[in-house]
């Protein structure tokens, strides 16, 4: 059998690293053609020199001597900057492209692979907050299938396998609140940066995790699903689950729901991306009923939680909006990683920059990159 060649964008990050402990654990069935990553260089280089890729791309071109230096007893293509990287995702022998790099970036290269006809497996849900319509159009014009490795997203993809044709009701994403979920308003205003990265269920990086605790995640992850699987914006709903056994929910027009259950380790859904439409053994943890105690249901607060407002307001009203929220976002909550604003003053400045760049009702590739410019610009003249 050939192995299924994987191209992996962001493979420093935390869905990069168990990316490639899935491969490692499947040896025989996947190999690694690519490795890119955008700052953390003496990793990258450690990856390659287990893995041996064809290729390698650093996003930063001021690393890009270290990379090759540190590579040159092998015989691996070193090569740096945005286009590069764009560009690899075209190889022809590479069959999965796994995006996992972090925000806006995403979007670019998700393009060129789906042109290249490559299978996706989308980490990057910034890529379908911001172009969803446009990523949708394309992956059906050039027949290629989106997996998703989003836990929720590919726990509703789980429950619909099999059901061809049939009727969905609702989608419901589950989301397990944050570390903040018991806090109210007047708490929120001095949550701290380190109390904010503390999230209780899931390891995952330093941007994400933010956007967890804002429920700006699930904001995204609603929109994500919305373009995923067809659906419409009140179609998608969210619900808290503090537990995080249930990964996510279908409600079909039967009312019958489906729920997809398991531990939380995210090298579930990256494997079952690579894997669909087989399931392949696994050395995770299984979940042990008996030892989880109660499965609890909450409603999300969108007044403590304004971010999950704005992102339910940007799809319904879709067009360039989704685009100006996620510039926003990616601003603020680099300034709140950096200590240099506050936690609430995160949404302040999201809802400011929207009031302020121009709505587009359908846009094209062109004005996204004009929208994300502009609208990072505005938000970084308010912190
Ligand atoms: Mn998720």
Redesign the pocket.
């Known amino acids: 059998m050939r192995k299924k060649q994987i191209a992996i964008l962001g493979s420093t990050g935390s869905i990069g690293t168990q990316a490639l402990q899935v491969i490692e654990e499947h040896a025989d069935r996947y190999e690694v053609y690519a490795l890119t990553a955008n700052e953390r260089v003496e990793q990258l280089i450690g990856q390659a020199r287990k893995f041996l890729p064809e290729a390698v791309v650093i996003a930063n071109e001021s690393k890009y001597s270290i990379l090759k230096e540190a590579l040159n007893d092998l015989p691996i293509k070193v090569y740096a900057g945005e286009e590069a990287l764009c560009q690899i995702v075209e190889s022809q022998p590479i069959d999965i492209v796994l995006t996992a790099m972090v925000g806006y970036s995403g979007l670019k290269p998700t393009i060129n692979a789906i042109k290249a006809r490559k299978v996706i497996a989308l980490a990057n849900?910034e890529t379908l907050v911001v172009a969803g319509e446009l990523i949708e159009q394309l992956a059906r014009e050039y027949r290629v299938p989106i997996l998703p490795v989003?836990?929720?997203?590919s726990a509703v993809f789980q429950c619909i396998v099999g059901e061809g044709n049939n009727e969905i009701e609702k989608i419901i994403?589950t989301a397990s609140g944050g570390p903040f979920r018991n806090y109210s308003l007047r708490e929120l205003e001095s949550v701290t940066r380190g109390q904010a990265l503390q999230h209780p269920n899931?390891k995952m990086g330093a941007k994400?995790t933010i956007d967890?605790a804002t429920l700006m995640?699930?904001g995204f992850?609603m929109i994500e699903a919305r373009w995923l699987f067809g659906v419409k914006p009140e179609q998608v709903e969210a619900i808290i689950h503090p537990q995080a056994i249930i990964?996510s929910m279908v409600q079909f027009c039967d009312g019958t729901i489906k729920a997809q259950m398991g531990v939380a380790d995210m090298r579930m859904p990256i494997q079952y991306a690579f894997s669909y439409p087989d399931r392949l053994s696994s050395s995770c943890r299984r979940l042990d009923f008996a030892a989880c105690g109660q499965l609890t249901f909450d409603k999300p607060d969108p007044q403590r939680f304004r971010n999950l407002a704005l992102a339910c307001e940007a799809m319904f009203k879709g067009g360039n909006l989704p685009c100006i929220v996620n510039a926003a976002n990616e601003v603020v909550v680099a300034a709140f990683l950096q200590e240099r604003i506050s936690f609430l003053q995160m949404s302040d400045i999201i809802e400011k920059t929207i009031s302020k760049v121009s709505f587009i009702h359908t846009p094209a590739y062109e004005d996204y990159v004009e929208t994300d410019k502009e609208a990072r610009l505005l938000a970084q003249s308010l912190l």
């Open positions: 849900k989003d836990s929720e997203h994403l899931w994400i967890s995640n699930k992850e990964h």
